[in-house]
């Protein structure tokens, strides 16, 4: 490289470093929170978590428990009805799956 050619490399340089410095005044710097907000922070979202999750099992086991205790009352009160829907869930549930293989080995047909 020849002495010009530096110098022009060196002038573009000091250019940038000069246009980089404008950049960083321009912007003021971003708060970066401490380490301990952002430990803080996922306490409390672990926390929060940990809340939806007991309310959503309790949910559950509710929902559940009357789930049983309807099918359990419908069994007493009128067993052909209940053995009906149970007959039905059961055809049902075999065309669902009947359905859904057929759809498979098409898409493996395809791929």
Known sequence: MSRSE???EQEI???M???MKVLDDAYEPVNIPSLASI???AKERRQMRRRANRIEMILFWIVGLFIIAFGSLLFHSAPALYL???AISLCAAIAVAVIWSGRRRKEARHE
Do not use: F
Request: proline letters at 0%.
């Open 13 to 15: 340089l000091m250019r």
């Open 39 to 41: 430990e803080a922070q």
């Open 84 to 86: 009906g829907i149970q």
């Open 17 to 19: 470093q000069q246009q």
């Open 6 to 8: 530096e110098q022009a």
